[in-house]
């Protein structure tokens, strides 16, 4: 995507919006903390297992997410954010 004031082009992560989407309503259903280091080492430990999906255009933009959206990616994505959640819950570092 251009940055409008720069008229660079960013590089951006998709899938840090995906968790992102969920993080913090899936770890309230888990009845977990949800303090800022909790919040930041689920997201980490989600993101480092999930592949990237950078995009540059909008056209990349909405074929990613269209793929995203696949009934496995969506598996994966919940599987690594509990996985992060349990993995956190029982080590928190607060």
């Known amino acids: 995507m251009k940055d409008p004031q720069s008229g ?3 590089v951006h992560n998709l899938t840090e919006d995906t968790v992102e989407e969920r993080l913090l309503r899936d770890m309230e259903k888990s009845d977990m903390c949800t303090c800022d280091r909790c919040v930041a080492d689920v997201r980490a430990y989600a993101l480092n297992h999930l592949p ?3 995009v540059v255009s909008q056209i990349g933009n909405a074929f990613v997410l269209a793929r995203s959206l696949s009934a496995q990616a969506n ?3 919940v599987a690594a954010i509990l996985d992060g959640i349990v993995l956190v819950k029982r080590n928190p570092r607060h």
């Open 8 to 10: 660079q082009y960013q």
């Open 52 to 54: 990237p999906q950078y």
């Open 75 to 77: 598996a994966d994505l």
